[in-house]
């Protein structure tokens, strides 16, 4: 049996969002289970790009904090925080966020993910090894610190979906080009996680993203806090949270079918402050139906598959003209040798899609600042 911890947070007055913190833990075994004061910890928030908190582009700083907090109330004297960021370093964007005072003050070095190491995934069927964050190799345990958000290529970014981070750099966007239908990288997520094997995941639900995230869609007000042992449980209860059929998401069926976690509700506990519940019960006091989430019905393991594989069948990126700055940013954030997209008349246009060689990453799409990129049509 999987546990799911789901608390009720109104906002991110950081002394209730730590309170909320330390009763997950408590619910899930202590503090202590998880900071052990003698192993080198990796705290990984998902830090898609500098951003004000109230967009909610990236977990939240005052749920960072808490969980910095906490390692250093347990006495762990070897802490660092980091992602591998879309747009921009790591450091600089948890110093935009304002993450560095709250890592002078509690002894935490703000990692900078900028060497990778060549790691062999011995069991992988699909991938047979990663470029990890040196980071990530040198910790003993991983705390993910993940975002309540959609996505375009696999539906919601939640706690399987945030170690993609953990791939240094430019091999971060290369995996793109390799894994290029929505199966293959889901299941390449799984096994990502499968090595890594994060210790905890704690999901900043309070403020969460709809429509056209992770960077581009609108903050919408859920009101939770969600923290497991089980990252495939915990992106089931975020499913049905927003009145989204968990096995839509090939993050979540393929993690279970793959081994990562449980995402049966029969299989899942869940806890709360007033003590156990049925996840009707927190979908009742919790949910939100009109969430805006792609919502396909095809299943992950059936048309899906076959959906994702033929080039015509697939949803499209596509420029708003009258948004589009013409930052270039999201032909700099194009994997595809040779450029999906270009400048085809200069700057004075926007940029112009050859979808012969899109191959539907839609790292354009997440990268974009202006909100001025969305994916249209469906299978």
């Known amino acids: 049996m999987s546990k799911v911890v789901v608390l009720n947070c109104p906002g991110y007055d950081p002394s209730e969002v730590y309170e909320k913190v330390q009763k997950g833990l408590s619910l899930l075994g202590g503090a202590e289970k998880f900071f052990d004061p003698d192993k080198k910890i990796l705290l990984k928030p998902n830090l898609l790009r500098g951003a004000k908190p109230e967009r909610a582009i990236t977990a939240h700083p005052a749920v960072c904090e808490a969980v910095i907090r906490t390692a250093s109330e347990c006495e762990c004297r070897d802490v660092s925080i980091g992602d591998s960021c879309g747009v921009g370093f790591s450091v600089a964007v948890m110093k935009e966020m304002g993450l560095g005072e709250s890592c002078r003050k509690y002894g935490v070095t703000m990692a900078g993910f900028k060497e990778d190491v060549y790691v062999e995934n011995k069991q992988g069927v699909h991938a047979k090894g990663f470029h990890l964050a040196k980071e990530v190799v040198d910790a003993d345990e991983i705390i993910s610190i993940c975002k309540m958000k959609t996505h ?208 539907r990453c839609f790292c354009c799409q997440e990268m974009c600042p202006h909100k001025a990129i969305q994916v249209k049509g469906k299978g």
């Open 152 to 359: 375009a290529l696999e539906y919601i970014t939640g706690a399987v979906k945030n170690q993609y981070g953990c791939i240094q750099g430019m091999h971060k966007a290369q995996g793109h080009t390799i894994y290029t239908s929505q199966v293959s990288f889901a299941k390449m997520l799984v096994e990502l996680n499968l090595l890594i094997k994060p210790r905890l995941f704690i999901m900043d639900g309070i403020t969460a993203m709809e429509g056209n995230g992770p960077a581009s869609g609108d903050p919408v007000d859920m009101k939770v806090l969600l923290l497991s042992e089980d990252p495939v449980a915990l992106d089931t209860v975020f499913c049905r949270l927003i009145h989204l059929d968990p096995d839509t998401v090939p993050t979540v069926t393929f993690g279970e079918s793959m081994g990562l976690g449980t995402a049966s509700s029969d299989k899942i506990e869940i806890l709360t402050e007033e003590g156990t519940r049925s996840i009707e019960e927190i979908v009742s006091a919790y949910g939100n139906p009109s969430f805006k989430v792609e919502r396909r019905k095809q299943k992950a393991s059936g048309l899906m598959s076959l959906a994702t594989n033929l080039r015509f069948l697939k949803r499209k990126p596509k420029i708003i003209a009258e948004k589009c700055r013409k930052c270039g940013v999201c032909v700099e954030a194009c994997p595809v040798e040779g450029k999906a997209l270009t400048f085809k008349n200069g700057r004075g246009e926007p940029p112009v899609y050859d979808y012969k060689k899109c191959i």
